[in-house]
């Protein structure tokens, strides 16, 4: 067991977690900041995979009440209307800085303005991007960045657990995946960034080393949680059978620009479910229709629906679409010419950790953003939101925790605490028998999809919670392999772990809210009802987890008939 020492702690590698690290260096240059990555710098977390873009305003017609109105309207009017705003007001600052102090490079209009293209859900076509390779080109320039800058990098390098003590997190427990050690990295603060839980389900589109690692240490910490109940799944997914390229996402500018969706008997069904929007609805709106085509026998052969842009022509499609047509033609589709196979595909978590607007949750040391933190986003959250949101939020967190530690000594950690974690996590090697973990982890995902999926309902939420309880324990008496240096069975024993943690938090919110709103649908309550404009908010007190309903506060803007 290896033992360092930092000032900032900086979990995840995506988006915000490199924001928040650009941003603590430039704030105090003094700072030692430190960088824990699941897998390799630039090429991990979902950033790196954004093909759409980021919304901000830019253009003289379009506004922030625009945007604004956009994001809670598209939430539900449930989101947190302070980080909403939030998203919405820094959004065009953090595009400048991506240009200017990091090297991003975006799509331009003839006059040298930046192009932004239309996105569904939006009243004004405000999303920045670069062709459709918009994460590439931000990843990219942010791991340059953080190559120069001397911030010590870990990679391949996963978190277990929070260092809690005396109510104060004071760094975390991490693993090297290849070199088989434990690292115990005591921090004046420490940032979770890792990303949502979305691979629980049995088709999903984030990167694979995703498994809810920063949700399910903070829950074993104690932190409090908003609206888990909330979980986005992305209308196109593409299908390739068994291939874990099943559910890779073909992005939403495709709807944006007129592509049109088709059930198995050839009908562009979206016209029976939103007649006004029809292909350019909100994400839940398609995802729902697709998922009600497909389970009333009018899919296509392998259980999906079909999506057709070829009648916008050759030209147009390979000038503003290359990286679509080039990931469809990989997996022998024609997306230039052809219609292509897709699903709904579990995608993004809206819910997540209760945070403030400087990223800070009710546990002292620990800051939150992007996909980890609740609230932004409220029910559903709009494609190009989810980027914007992990840059600014990113910048913030940085910011945030540089003023934090100024002043502050040295954390310390017992030695006990770190060894009983430390056996917690090899306990699966005090035998030699047991399940498979790959199995459990198929059971997972199936449970995930058919009970706590697109459409859900009190008796299938129920049963799942139960089932959930018991996969985590066979989970954690899965055989666990060989040896810790590289040990992809172990590995797979912690993300089983932490997903049951996070889908479980999921279907018991999911079952408290007995209406439908957002990504939420319950069809035993299918309707959105005006009681329900709560945000549910989970806390542990005295040791047992405690939901509250709270009403939603509106600051800025009420919703219609509130």
């Not at 320039?141 to 109510?167: A, C, F, K, P």
């Not at 088989?180 to 949502?196: E, I």
């Not at 026998?297 to 503003?320: C, M, Q, T, Y």
């Not at 990113?394 to 770190?418: E, N, Q």
């Amino acid at each position: 067991m290896e033992e360092l020492e930092t000032d900032l702690l900086i979990l995840g590698a995506g988006g915000a977690g490199l924001m928040a690290a650009m941003h603590a260096r430039l704030h105090s240059p003094r700072l030692r900041v430190m960088v824990s990555v699941k897998g390799l710098l630039g090429q991990s977390g979902c950033t790196r995979m954004v093909q759409g873009g980021y919304n901000c305003v830019l253009h003289p017609n379009d506004s922030y009440d625009k945007h604004f109105l956009d994001t809670v309207k598209g939430g539900g009017w449930i989101n947190n209307q302070s980080l909403a705003w939030t998203l919405v007001k820094e959004a065009p600052e953090r595009i400048v800085e991506l240009e200017n102090r990091a090297g991003c490079l975006f799509d331009r209009n003839p006059d040298g303005t930046i192009h932004q293209k239309a996105f569904a859900g939006q009243s004004f076509d405000r999303t920045v991007h670069k062709g459709d390779l918009t994460g590439i080109e931000i990843m990219s320039n942010l791991r340059d960045y953080m190559l120069e800058s001397g911030i010590t990098v870990l990679q391949e390098t996963r978190g277990l657990d929070l260092l809690v003590e005396d109510g104060r997190v004071r760094g975390a427990l991490l693993f090297g995946i290849r070199t088989g050690k434990f690292l115990v990295v005591r921090a004046k603060a420490t940032l979770v960034a890792t990303g949502g839980g979305a691979t629980m389900y049995r088709i999903s589109s984030p990167s694979l080393e995703k498994a809810g690692d920063g949700m399910a240490m903070a829950h074993r910490a104690g932190a409090s949680f908003v609206d888990m109940e909330m979980l986005q799944f992305h209308p196109t997914g593409l299908l390739v059978g068994n291939s874990v390229a099943t559910g890779g996402l073909l992005e939403e500018g495709l709807r944006g620009a007129g592509a049109y969706l088709y059930n198995g008997e050839g009908e562009r069904y979206m016209q029976r479910y939103d007649p006004a929007k029809k292909e350019r609805a909100t994400r839940d709106v398609i995802s729902r229709s697709s998922f009600m085509e497909i389970r009333a026998g009018r899919g296509s052969a392998n259980g999906g629906v079909w999506i057709d842009i070829s009648h916008l022509g050759p030209k147009f499609i390979l000038e503003n679409f290359p990286g679509m047509v080039e990931r469809c033609r990989d997996y022998g589709f024609d997306l230039v010419n052809e219609r292509v196979e897709v699903s709904p595909s579990a995608h993004y978590q809206m819910g997540g950790l209760k945070i403030d607007t400087d990223c800070f949750t009710d546990l002292e040391g620990l800051f939150v953003a992007g996909e980890d933190a609740g609230g932004v986003h409220g029910g559903n959250r709009l494609g190009g939101n989810g980027v914007a949101d992990s840059i600014v939020f990113g910048a913030r967190a940085g910011d945030s925790m540089a003023a934090y530690v100024a002043g502050k000594s040295a954390s310390s950690v017992s030695p006990g605490l770190a060894r009983q974690l430390c056996e917690r996590w090899l306990r699966p090697f005090d035998k030699d028998s047991g399940e498979s973990i790959f199995a459990i982890r198929r059971e997972l995902e199936n449970l995930m999809w058919d009970q706590v999926g697109i459409v859900r309902d009190g008796a299938g939420l129920s049963d799942a919670i139960t089932k959930l309880d018991h996969l985590a324990g066979r989970a954690a008496q899965a055989r666990p392999g060989k040896g810790l240096t590289s040990n992809a069975a172990w590995n797979e024993i912690a993300n089983v772990v932490n997903l049951s943690v996070v889908g479980r938090m999921v279907a018991a919110s999911a079952l408290l809210r007995t209406e439908s709103r957002g990504a939420h649908y319950r069809e035993d309550y299918p309707t959105p009802q005006k009681e329900w404009l709560k945000n549910i908010v989970w806390r542990r007190v005295d040791g047992q987890w405690k939901a509250d309903l709270e009403p939603v506060e509106f600051p800025r803007l009420r919703p219609p008939g509130a």
